[in-house]
């Protein structure tokens, strides 16, 4: 059984930048993504990336353009930069694996798509 591994999280100032990293015991099979939870609200899904060669993207219309998501499977590392940081960016960070390499707006943002989670690492961004 795969565990995640989250780190980079931090406390950071509005318009700066944190780059987060998610580490795989083992390489998992399927899609790949990041949620975030901030105090007091549900989990939302944050960005995904496919498996496949073709390497497919998605991401919350409230983070394109300022976070990339990426992965390196020679080691077994997911990653999610993040620019142009917001107060509303603050929550804790989790990455999360499928078994499954489906991959469809759908599939990717629904929560209960994924097998694997991390413990989360905590962003926090100053006004």
């Known amino acids: 059984q795969a565990q995640l591994v989250e780190s980079g999280g931090g406390l950071v100032q509005a318009g700066g930048s944190l780059r987060l990293s998610c580490t795989m015991t083992?390489?998992?099979?399927?899609?790949m993504a990041w949620f975030r939870q901030a105090p007091g609200k549900e989990r939302e899904f944050v960005a995904a990336i496919s498996t496949s060669q073709d390497t497919q993207t998605y991401y919350a219309d409230s983070v394109k353009g300022r976070f990339t998501i990426s992965r390196d499977n020679a080691k077994n590392a997911l990653y999610l930069e993040m620019n142009n940081l917001k107060p509303s960016d603050t929550a804790d960070y989790y990455c999360?694996?499928?078994?499954?390499?489906?991959?469809?707006?759908?599939?990717?943002?629904?929560?209960?798509?994924?097998?694997?989670w991390g413990q989360g690492t905590q962003v926090t961004v100053s006004s």
């Open positions: 999360a694996a499928a078994n499954s390499i489906y991959f469809s707006a759908d599939f990717v943002t629904d929560k209960n798509t994924y097998y694997y």
């Open positions: 083992r390489r998992t099979p399927g899609t």
